[in-house]
């Protein structure tokens, strides 16, 4: 009984949110073996289908080389997607990664350099493609990850975060480049002393609009109850933003706005980005901080930001772009 519902389980997800239920390619058979013909197991019956890579209910639990298994955010089980986003197999955590050693034993990294990208509340990693592939351009090694930012806590991201990135292969130093939220859980991890800071050396990171201060919209709605329902323990991280620990490594802070008194938003006190207001982006011990104009979702597009973004990466400062005071 227990196969078959992990079966109904395992097929659900191309009807959950993160999944689309065309082009089944293999038998439920193929499914327990590689794609090299090895047999793996605990895994259950798989049709090859192409997914959306995850949403609000799958969070990346190890990643290598474009290769993701994640975890399903409400039934716990756990899927491996290859560099296409077409699921691999699905079953145990210890299936999935057998599975994905298998495919995964021959690839080559390029740099011992990981920059880890980080998406904001009720996104997912292909709000960062944009950017990721504007950073490849300028030769860094990228991993763009999920996670389900409206399911669970901010502490709750850290830890599954701290997890992949102590189980990474052949990386021996990690930035981070996060967006709104994502900063959040980025301050978070390194807060707490993670096995994967004894083997991985945290070299910078880059927050883009992120609610440093809390955010003004934040306390406004983050009682009412549909909020709350939506948006999930992801509200409190905001509120509680400010009591957060501050990374102790350089970081620098790409700040969204209009140029200004009043910003995009007219909620929001002073300048703003349509949801984050600069002054709530501050940070004590920011190495460097610079303003552009743009909107909160769409400066990750900019191609100033992604340069700037590659620019600190490298020398640990904004210098190329016009900065504003710290």
């Not at 605990?42 to 997914?51: E, F, I, K, V, Y």
Request: with cysteine.
């Amino acid at each position: 009984m227990k196969a078959w519902v992990m079966g109904i389980l395992g097929l659900s997800v191309i009807a959950m949110p993160g999944a689309s239920a065309a082009g089944a390619i293999t038998d439920s058979e193929a499914s327990r073996e590689s794609l090299s013909g090895r047999p793996c197991s605990g895994l259950g019956p798989n049709l090859a289908l192409p997914t959306l890579g995850g949403r609000q209910w799958w969070a990346d639990v190890c990643w290598d080389g474009g290769w993701r298994i994640q975890r399903h955010a409400w039934t716990g089980h756990y899927r491996l997607l290859d560099p296409n986003n077409t699921r691999r197999g699905w079953g145990t955590r210890d299936g999935c990664r057998q599975l994905m050693a298998q495919e995964c034993k021959d690839s080559k990294r390029s740099s011992d350099h990981l920059v880890v990208l980080l998406h904001g509340l009720g996104r997912s990693f292909r709000s960062m493609k944009v950017l990721e592939r504007g950073l490849n351009r300028q030769g860094f090694h990228t991993a763009a990850l999920s996670y389900p930012s409206t399911r669970r806590s901010i502490e709750s991201h850290a830890s599954t975060i701290a997890g992949l990135l102590g189980e990474l292969e052949g990386v021996k130093r990690v930035s981070f480049v996060t967006h709104s939220l994502g900063s959040l859980v980025v301050r978070q991890l390194c807060s707490e002393h993670f096995s994967w800071r004894e083997r991985v050396s945290l070299e910078r990171v880059v927050m883009i609009a992120p609610p440093n201060q809390g955010a003004f919209l934040a306390e406004t709605v983050g009682s009412w109850a549909p909020v709350r329902w939506l948006l999930g323990d992801a509200i409190d991280g905001i509120l509680h933003a400010k009591q957060l620990p501050v990374p102790d490594v350089e970081f620098g802070i790409v700040v969204g706005a209009r140029g200004d008194e009043d910003g995009w938003n007219p909620w929001i006190l002073g300048d703003d980005d349509g949801v984050v207001g600069v002054d709530e982006t501050t940070l004590e011990g920011a190495k460097d901080r610079i303003r552009v104009v743009g909107v909160h979702s769409l400066m990750l597009r900019d191609s100033k930001v992604i340069q700037a973004t590659a620019e600190f990466l490298r020398s640990g400062s904004f210098h190329e772009w016009e900065k504003s005071a710290l």
